[in-house]
C-alpha cells in the first residue's frame, strides 16, 4: 500500500483557504485595537489578494506595534506558508501559539505543516491539542487522525477516524482514511467496509474504490481486486495507486506481462515509484527475461536510495528549518533524479538561509552546468572563486564559462590567476594532485602541450590514480585536434 | 508424557486428506472436526521452566549507556550431546561489555544443561568444557568432523568458537586450530554441505561494523534510544569450507558469498530451488535480505530480488530477524518466513516453484503482525495435524519504547499461529496455555522434542533475563519422529530431505542446522501425521543423492534411518 500512503486523504482546513481569510478579516474587525489594528487588517487583505510581500510587510509592521498579538505572526505564518517555507511558517506558528495557546485552528496549522516535515512526534502533540480545544470540529479530527497514520499508530488513527466520521458521517475522506488505517494494520475485512461505507455515500470515490481493491488483493480475491481497481482507474484515468494495486493483483495471478504494463503505467504517472519498478523486475524474472529484470532492479534500487535520502533532507528541514544543509541535501536528491525546478527552488531556499554557503553554491553550480545554462553557472561560480580563493577547479571553470560567454579578457584572467597559483603549488610540493590541477589549467587555458606534460608528471606520481590516464586521454585529443 | 516408541492413542484430530474430503464426509462427523479445528482451544504449551532445573539468566551488560550490541540478545540450541536419546538445551550469553576494565566474564557465560529424561535438566557446563565467556549471541550444531557426536558453533561480538564433541560428555575448543574464528559482530550460523563432498561446511552471518569506539545514543521524540542499524555500515559474512581433515578454509572470496551490505541476523542453509544443492539465505535487518544461490561449481550467485525474497511485496528492505523453511501449503513445496521489525508484518514467501517465490503475508493471515518486533521462529507441527503451524518470540530493544510509543511496549507476547489450512494461519495465542501469556523481551528460540512424547516443545531465550521452557501439552494427533544417521554424506543428515505420505496426507521436510533467530533446533525431523496409524511411504533424499525409501511404518515412535540402509533402530 505504498501509494496509498502518499494521500490517503485530504485534509479540508487547507481546502477553503478563501473562508479562512475572511475569517481572519472578521477577526481584526472585532478583535485589537491601536496601531496594530490597521496593519493587520492591511496584511490578511492583500494576503487574500495573493500579494505576499506586501501582506509579509503589513503583519510585521502589525508584530513591530503589537509583539504579542498572535494573528500578526499568524499571518505571517500563512505569507511563509503561501510562499512554500514551510520551516518559516512552523516558527511563526509556534510563535503565534506562545501568545494564543489555545488556538485550535493554530496548533491544527502546525501541526499539518509538521507532518508534512516528518516531525511526527511534534505534529501529534499539536493535533491533540488541537482536537482537545475543538472537539466537535470532524476536520480537526480527521487531520490529528492522519497525523496519527502517519506516525503508524493505527490504532489511534482508527479511533480519531471513527470520532470524525461520528461527527460528520457524510465526509467520504473520513471513511477513506478510515479504511486506509485498517488495511495498513492488517485489518482487511474492517478495511472492506470502511471503503464500502465511502462508497455508499460517493459512488465515484476513486480512492475509496482503489484501497477495496488492495484490501481485497491482500485477502486473495484477485479477480474483485481487478474489478474495484478497474473501477478507480476509470474514474480516474491518472490514479497511480491503482495501476500498482492492478499490477499486484495480476502479478498474483502469474498474469506477468499485463502486471508490467500496470506497473509502467504507474511509474509513467509518478517516476519515483521504487515499489512499482521493483516488481516490473520480479516480473521480468518471471518471464525468463533477466537482463530486462536486472536493469528494472537497479533503477528500482536508485529510486529507493532517492526516496530514502529525500525522507532524510526532509527530516533534517523538519528538525532544523533554519539551517541550509537540509535544503543543499534536498537539491541534491532533486538534481539526481534530474528534476532541475525543484533542486533550483531548494538550493535557493538553502541559500536564502545563508547567502554564502558554499555546497549550495557548488549543488547550483554543478545544476546549471550540467543544463547547459553557462550565464547562470557563471554567476554562481563568480560567488564560488570568493568563497574559495583557493579552489584552482573552481578557478578553472569560472574562467572556462567566461570563454564560452565570450568574455576573453575575464577568462583570461581568471585563468592567469589560477595558472599563477597552481603552478607554484606544482614546482614546489610536487604532489601529484598538484600537476593534476596544473595540467587542468593548462587544458583550460588552451595549452594542451603543456597541459600533456603536467599530467604526465602527475601520472608518474600517482600511476595507480584510475583518474588520471582518462584526463591524458582527453587532453590528448584536444591537442590532436588542435594541430 | 510417554516414554518414546510408545504407541499413542491418535486424538480426534483431522488429517489433511480428511480436510480435503470434507464435503463428501457425513455432515455430523464434519461437524465435529470443524468445532475441533476452529476453535484451537487444545493447542497447550505449559511453562515448565521453574520445574525443570533450569537457572540461566541471560545477563546483555546493560548499564544504561545504551550500547547497540545490547539490543540483539541470544540464541540457544536444542541437541543431544551425550547421545542418550534426549534432547539437551545449550544457552547462549552475552554478559558484560566487551572491552569494559573489570569485565567479569563468568556472569555471561553459556550454558549447557543436560536432560534427565525425566523432566528435569542439571547444569553440566563445567564438566563439559562450553561456558564460552565472550560475548555471545548465536549458536548452531553440527558433526562436522563426522565422528557421531554433535559439534557446537559460537557466534559472538568480539569472537566465535568452536566446540568438538569428544564423545565422552565433555568438548574441546578447537576454534583456532580448525581455523573459524571470526572476528567482529558475527550472529547467526549454520551449518550445511555447501560443497557437497560429504562434510559440513559453515556459514557464519555478520551483522554491523559498530565498535565501542563509534558508539553513540539517539534520540526519539525526546527520549535517549539505542541506535538502530541503520546508523552504522554492515559487515562481511564467513563461509568456511570444511577440508574434511578437522580444518576449514575460509572461501568467502572465491565463493562470492561476502554479503558486504547485508547486515545479516538470521541464516539459513536450504535448497530453495530443489536443485540438489544447498543455497544460503541470510535474513538482513534494514538491507535487502540475501539468497546465495549454489551455483554447483563452488560460486553462488545472489538472487533473492531476482526470486522475491528479498524484502517486502513493495520491494522494501526490512528489519529482518529469524528465518526458517517449511511447507505450510502443503504443496510439497518449502516456503519461508521472515521475522521482522514493528510496523513490518511477519513475511511468508510462499514457493511458486522454479526457485521463485510470492509474498503472501497478507493472505496467509500474518498481515498483523506490525507491534510486534519479531525475533526466533519456525514452522512446526504444533498438533500433529500434518499442517505447520508457527511460532514467533517477540521483544522491543528500546527499553523506554513505552515513553514515546503508545502502540508498543518493550516486553512483548510471543505469538502462536494455528494453520488452519486453506484458511491460513490464525493467531491461536491466548487460548494456547500459560506458556504463551507472559510480556518477555524474546530473542533466540529452538524447538523440539525435549521429553520425547512426540511433539515439539519450546525454548525461548530472552534478552537480559530468564529463558521460558514451554512444554507442549497438546493433545494432538499421530507422528513420526526421525533421527537420520550420514554414511556418505554428513553424518547429522542436515540438508537431508524427508517426504512422507500417510493416506491423503503428504508431507516434506529438510534437515537442517540453525535457522530461527540465531538458535538451532532438534535435528531429529518431527512429522505430524494427524489420524493416520501408518506412514505408507517414507522418501529420505540424502545430501549425497542417495534415497532411502520406506513403506509401512508404524506411527508414534522414533525411529533411526541410516543411509542407504533405511531404519534400523526404533525409540532412544
Request: glycine share 12%; net charge negative.
Amino acid at each position: 500500500m505504498h501509494a496509498l500512503a502518499a494521500a490517503p486523504m485530504k485534509i479540508s482546513t487547507r481546502a477553503t483557504p478563501v473562508a479562512f481569510l475572511l475569517l481572519c478579516l472578521m477577526a481584526v474587525r472585532v478583535g485589537a485595537q491601536g496601531p496594530a489594528t490597521d496593519a493587520l487588517a492591511d496584511g490578511w487583505r492583500a494576503l487574500q489578494a495573493g500579494q505576499l510581500l506586501n501582506a509579509r510587510q503589513s503583519f510585521m509592521r502589525a508584530v513591530a506595534a503589537s509583539p504579542e498579538e498572535a494573528r500578526a505572526h499568524e499571518g505571517l505564518a500563512r505569507v511563509a506558508e503561501r510562499d512554500g517555507d514551510a520551516a518559516e511558517a512552523i516558527g511563526h506558528y509556534e510563535t503565534a501559539l506562545v501568545h494564543a495557546p489555545d488556538t485550535a485552528r493554530l496548533h491544527v496549522a502546525v501541526g499539518i505543516l509538521l507532518s508534512d516535515a516528518r516531525e511526527h512526534g511534534r505534529a501529534v502533540e499539536h493535533l491533540r491539542r488541537a482536537a482537545d480545544l475543538d472537539a466537535e470540529n470532524a476536520a480537526t479530527w480527521r487531520a490529528y487522525a492522519q497525523a496519527l497514520w502517519r506516525i503508524e499508530w493505527y490504532p489511534r488513527a482508527a479511533a480519531a477516524y471513527e470520532r470524525a466520521i461520528a461527527l460528520e458521517p457524510a465526509e467520504v475522506w473520513a471513511h477513506i482514511g478510515l479504511g486506509d488505517t485498517h488495511l495498513r494494520a492488517g485489518r482487511l475485512d474492517d478495511a472492506v467496509a470502511a471503503y464500502d461505507r465511502a462508497l455508499e455515500r460517493d459512488a465515484g470515490a476513486y480512492a475509496a474504490h482503489c484501497g477495496r481493491g488492495a484490501a481485497l488483493s491482500k485477502r486473495g480475491e484477485f479477480d474483485d481486486a481487478l474489478t474495484s481497481l478497474r473501477q478507480a482507474v476509470t474514474l480516474r484515468d491518472d490514479y497511480g495507486p491503482a495501476y500498482y494495486e492492478m499490477g499486484v493483483a495480476l502479478q498474483h495471478q502469474k498474469n506477468y506481462e499485463d502486471a508490467i504494463r500496470a506497473f509502467g503505467r504507474a511509474t509513467q504517472l509518478n517516476g519515483w515509484d521504487a515499489p512499482s519498478v521493483m516488481n516490473i523486475a520480479r516480473c521480468y524474472a518471471r518471464l525468463g527475461k533477466r537482463g530486462l529484470a536486472r536493469k528494472a532492479h537497479e533503477h528500482a534500487a536508485k529510486l529507493q536510495e532517492a526516496q530514502s535520502d529525500l525522507a532524510t533532507a526532509t527530516a533534517y528541514i523538519g528538525r532544523y528549518p533554519t539551517e541550509p544543509d537540509g535544503y543543499v541535501g534536498l537539491g541534491a536528491v532533486y538534481a539526481r533524479m534530474g528534476q532541475r525546478a525543484e533542486a533550483i527552488a531548494a538550493y535557493e531556499q538553502a541559500l536564502e538561509r545563508k547567502p554564502r554557503d558554499v555546497a549550495a553554491h557548488v549543488g547550483l553550480g554543478d545544476l546549471y552546468l550540467n543544463a547547459g545554462m553557462i550565464a547562470e553557472a557563471a554567476d554562481i561560480h563568480r560567488v564560488l572563486v570568493t568563497l574559495r580563493p583557493g579552489d584552482i577547479e573552481t578557478r578553472a571553470m569560472f574562467g572556462m564559462l567566461l570563454r564560452e560567454l565570450g568574455e576573453d579578457e575575464e577568462s583570461h584572467a581568471v585563468l592567469a590567476e589560477a595558472h599563477g597559483i597552481v603552478s607554484a603549488r606544482a614546482t614546489q610540493s610536487g604532489g601529484a594532485n598538484d600537476w593534476n590541477l596544473f595540467a587542468y589549467v593548462l587544458y583550460a587555458q588552451g595549452d594542451y602541450a603543456a597541459a600533456e606534460t603536467a599530467m604526465q608528471a602527475a601520472i608518474r606520481l600517482n600511476p595507480i590514480e584510475p583518474s588520471y590516464a582518462g584526463r591524458l586521454s582527453q587532453i590528448r585529443a584536444a591537442l590532436a585536434a588542435s594541430r | 508424557m510417554p516414554a518414546l516408541g510408545v504407541p499413542m492413542p491418535p486424538a480426534a484430530r483431522p488429517t489433511r486428506g480428511n480436510q480435503h474430503c470434507w464435503a463428501t464426509a457425513a455432515l455430523l462427523c464434519v461437524a465435529c472436526l470443524c468445532v475441533v479445528h476452529a476453535a484451537g482451544a487444545d493447542l497447550a504449551f505449559t511453562h515448565i521452566t521453574a520445574q525443570s532445573g533450569v537457572d540461566f539468566r541471560h545477563v546483555d551488560g546493560r548499564t544504561g549507556d545504551l550500547h547497540f550490541v545490547e539490543t540483539i540478545g541470544s540464541g540457544c540450541a536444542l541437541f543431544d550431546y551425550d547421545n542418550d536419546g534426549w534432547l539437551d538445551i545449550y544457552f547462549v550469553n552475552a554478559g558484560e561489555m566487551p572491552g569494559r576494565e573489570g569485565r567479569d566474564g563468568a556472569a555471561g557465560a553459556n550454558r549447557l544443561y543436560r536432560n534427565a529424561g525425566d523432566g528435569t535438566f542439571t547444569d553440566v557446563t563445567d564438566a563439559a568444557g562450553v561456558g564460552d565467556t565472550g560475548y555471545g549471541v548465536g549458536v548452531c550444531v553440527g558433526d562436522y568432523d563426522n565422528d557421531g557426536w554433535e559439534d557446537i558453533f559460537v557466534t559472538g561480538y568480539g569472537a566465535s568458537a568452536l566446540y568438538r564433541n569428544r564423545g565422552d560428555g565433555a568438548f574441546d575448543d578447537v576454534t583456532e586450530s580448525a581455523g573459524v574464528y571470526v572476528d567482529r559482530w558475527s550472529t547467526a550460523a549454520a551449518f550445511g554441505d555447501l560443497d557437497a563432498d560429504g562434510d559440513l561446511d559453515l556459514y557464519v552471518a555478520r551483522y554491523c561494523a559498530w565498535t565501542l569506539d563509534e558508539h553513540r545514543v539517539c534520540h526519539e521524540h525526546g527520549n535517549e534510544v539505542y541506535c538502530g542499524p541503520e546508523e552504522y555500515d554492515g559487515d562481511a559474512d564467513v563461509l568456511f569450507l570444511n577440508r574434511g581433515d578437522g580444518t576449514f578454509e575460509d572461501a568467502t572470496q572465491r565463493a562470492r558469498v561476502t554479503g558486504d551490505d547485508g547486515k545479516g541476523l538470521g541464516v539459513l542453509i536450504l535448497d530453495h530451488d530443489r536443485d540438489g544443492d544447498e543455497d544460503i539465505y541470510v535474513a538482513c535487518d534494514g538491507t535487502p535480505n540475501l539468497l546465495y544461490s549454489n551455483l554447483g561449481d563452488g560460486t553462488f550467485g545472489e538472487v533473492a530480488w531476482l526470486v522475491g525474497t528479498d524484502g517486502d511485496d513493495a520491494g522494501n528492505a526490512q528489519g529482518s530477524m529469524g528465518v526458517d523453511f517449511g511447507d505450510y501449503n502443503g504443496d510439497g513445496m518449502l516456503d519461508l518466513v521472515v521475522t521482522n521489525f514493528q510496523r513490518q508484518y511477519n513475511t511468508i514467501y510462499r514457493n511458486d516453484g522454479g526457485g521463485f517465490f510470492a509474498d503472501v503475508s497478507f493472505i496467509v493471515g500474518l498481515g498483523r503482525t506490525l507491534p510486534d518486533v519479531s525475533w526466533g521462529t519456525a514452522f512446526f507441527d504444533a498438533d500433529n495435524d500434518g499442517w505447520a503451524d508457527l511460532f514467533v518470540a517477540n521483544g522491543h530493544i528500546q527499553t523506554n519504547i513505552a515513553d514515546y510509543d503508545p502502540t508498543s511496549t518493550y516486553r512483548q507476547q510471543n505469538r502462536l499461529y494455528r494453520n488452519t489450512g486453506p484458511s491460513g494461519f490464525v493467531d491461536v495465542t491466548a487460548t494456547a496455555g500459560d506458556g504463551l501469556q507472559p510480556l518477555k523481551a524474546g530473542r533466540g528460540a529452538a524447538f523440539g522434542d525435549l521429553d520425547n512424547d512426540g511433539d515439539v516443545d519450546i525454548v525461548v531465550s530472552n534478552a537480559n533475563d530468564a529463558p521460558d521452557i514451554l512444554r507442549n501439552d497438546t493433545v494432538g494427533g499421530s507422528y513420526l519422529l526421525v533421527d537420520l544417521v550420514g554414511h556418505d554424506s554428513n553424518a547429522s543428515g542436515i540438508g537431508a530431505e524427508l517426504r512422507a505420505a500417510a493416506g491423503d496426507l503428504r508431507v516434506v521436510k529438510e534437515a537442517r542446522s540453525g535457522g530461527s533467530y540465531v538458535s538451532h533446533s532438534d535435528l531429529r525431523v518431527h512429522i505430524g501425521l494427524g489420524l493416520a496409524t501408518t506412514v505408507d511411504a517414507l522418501e529420505v533424499r540424502w545430501p549425497s543423492g542417495i534415497v532411502d525409501s520406506m513403506r509401512d511404518v508404524p506411527a508414534n515412535r522414533l525411529i533411526r534411518v541410516v543411509e542407504g540402509a533405511g531404519i534400523r533402530a526404533e525409540g532412544p
